[in-house]
């Protein structure tokens, strides 16, 4: 991925994760930005979201889906962008699959010292 990709997908996600931040309420809950891959033409982003606690996440996605417009003059406005990118939000569930991969190691290590 070239240099200049990588920067962009940094800005935005420092961007997104400040807008969400403040645009989102998520009542005991609590959106992190995971990775932003944009294209290489700029014209799409996908942005991976971990939404804690789990429940909460099909809330998320429709929250930060309904706030793309915004979003987006916003990250033109306060960027070097002249256009900003489609979002597409995803859910990253890595954190929840690392968990549940845990849990099973503790149960095998728990059989093997009986």
């Known amino acids: 991925m070239p240099k200049n990709i990588e920067q962009v997908n940094d800005l935005i996600r420092e961007k997104l994760a400040h807008l969400i931040a403040k ?7 609590l959106i ?7 294209s290489p ?3 799409y982003a996908k942005i991976s979201l971990s939404v804690l606690p789990d429940n909460l996440s099909g809330t998320a996605l429709k929250k930060v889906s309904s706030k793309n417009r915004l979003f987006a003059e916003i990250l033109i406005k306060e960027t ?4 900003a990118p489609r979002f597409h939000w995803v859910i990253d569930s890595t ?12 149960e095998i290590e728990a059989e093997g010292k009986k």
Do not use: H, M, S, W
């Not at 645009?23 to 809950?29: H, M, R, T, V």
């Not at 954190?95 to 503790?106: H, S």
């Open 32 to 38: 992190t930005i995971v990775r932003v891959k944009t």
């Open 80 to 83: 070097k962008l002249r256009k």
């Open 95 to 106: 954190e929840k699959e690392a968990a549940e991969i845990e849990e099973v190691f503790k």
């Open 41 to 43: 033409d700029l014209r």
């Open 23 to 29: 645009e989102i309420p998520l009542e005991n809950g």
